[in-house]
């Protein structure tokens, strides 16, 4: 192509070559994106040629057509070219630290991460995230999507959020990619089964078999007379309680960091008496710490209900406990469910109800004691909630 006059020379829907007086020239294309013009430089004449400027007019015409920017699709596709790394495991990693401060311990204890980390990355953590699509991922969710449906959602869950994080950056990825997996999965047939739980009214049988002294004995007790969940059990420290009542922080409370307050565990007499005798095996401030350091394993508790050949397991007392509240109980609603720490309600009638029935909750801590320890197991009568 022969370089033309000086001047502003027009090759047809929108696309210029214009042609300096020192003899430089520049492609330009015009197109109008959201009702008003804008004008984009393809590249210098001769570098880039007749052809190849046709090429590209026609490229960000489409996107334009489109309803997008192509100035901005362009300087997005150049930033994230610039990036060293747009694997899914590095955008992951990015985007769990932008997210750790909403995280519960700031996501510490690795399970906002663990979906991926086991089940998602090691197939496709290589993979950059603008060339995912949902037949990727259904390659690596359905074999969970029928066995382990939870484990499922959590992962298809946590890759939206990646890709989102990633759209957030700049990348070109496919926001639609886990909703068109979940549509190529289809319905799954995982029915989730509830956590074991023991009959409330074998209950004192088992408390009666926990008469040796040990930490294992002793947090079996103390769990089901409290029906609080495993963590806030295993990390219960001595400065926490103050006189018959239990403060439990709020890290140690399920939710996300800053969701969940304090929250106060009424202690009936029997359950002061069990942290009596548990005292001496406290370290560090810790009344059920490990045998080697920190504190009590998860699985202790666990473990030593397998070894007696029971079906229950230790979070189904929680369960023992609100069925005892239903049918035993004449306990209101939000108060039981109170005894179990459950948010109830929205949060306008909570912003007014400004109470956590905790004197209630200690009549129903100490009737649940008395039923555990072989008591009569006549119905608790309650004062209204006000």
């Known amino acids: 192509m022969k370089k033309p006059e000086p001047g502003k020379h027009l090759d047809g829907a929108g696309l210029w070559l ?38 590209a007019a026609d490229r960000w015409r489409a996107v334009a057509a489109a309803g997008r920017d192509p100035i901005k699709e362009r300087e997005a596709e150049r930033r994230a070219a610039s990036r060293a790394d747009i694997s899914l495991a590095t955008i992951t990693a990015d985007c769990f630290e ?7 311990g700031d996501g510490l204890a690795g399970r906002w991460l663990s979906p991926l980390t086991l089940h998602v990355l090691p197939k496709l953590g290589k993979t950059p ?9 259904v390659s690596v969710i359905k074999p969970l999507w029928h066995v382990k449906a939870d484990t499922a959602r959590k992962a298809l869950n946590r890759l939206g959020i990646v890709l989102k994080h990633a759209a957030a950056m700049g990348l070109d990825v496919d926001l639609q990619a886990t909703d ?27 408390y009666a078999s926990l008469a040796e002294p040990t930490l294992t004995h002793l947090a079996l007790r103390l769990a089901i007379l409290t029906g609080v969940r495993s963590k806030p059990l295993r990390h219960i420290r001595l400065d926490q309680i103050s006189g018959d009542v239990w403060t439990v922080p709020a890290e140690d409370m399920k939710g996300r960091k800053g969701a969940t307050e304090a929250f106060r565990v009424p202690l009936s007499a029997e359950a002061l008496r069990v942290i009596e005798l548990a005292k001496p095996f406290a370290r560090d401030g810790y009344l059920f710490p490990s045998v080697r350091k ?27 406990l609100r069925t005892w ?38 009549a129903l801590a100490e009737r649940w004691a008395d039923h555990v320890t072989g008591g009569s197991g006549a119905l608790v009568k309650l004062a209204a909630a006000k």
């Open 325 to 362: 509240l239903a049918e035993a109980t004449d306990a209101p609603h939000e108060v039981a469910e109170a005894m179990l720490a459950h948010v109830v309600d929205g949060a306008v009638v909570r912003a007014y109800r400004r109470t956590d029935f905790l004197e209630q909750r200690r």
């Open 129 to 137: 995230v603008t060339e995912l699509d949902q037949r990727d991922l």
């Open 180 to 206: 068109k997996a979940k549509a190529l999965l289809g319905k799954s047939r995982h029915v989730a089964k509830n956590i074991p739980a023991m009959p409330w009214a074998d209950v004192p049988a088992f």
């Open 98 to 104: 932008a997210r750790k401060a909403e995280l519960k």
């Open 18 to 55: 214009v042609v300096r007086e020192d003899g430089g020239a520049q492609w330009v294309l015009r197109v109008t994106v959201y009702g008003r013009r804008r004008e984009m430089g393809l590249g210098g004449f001769p570098a880039l040629g007749l052809a190849d400027a046709r090429a």
């Open 294 to 320: 920190g504190v009590m394993s998860d699985a202790t508790l666990g473990r030593h209900m397998e070894r007696r050949g029971l079906e229950a397991r230790p979070h189904g007392f929680r369960t023992s």
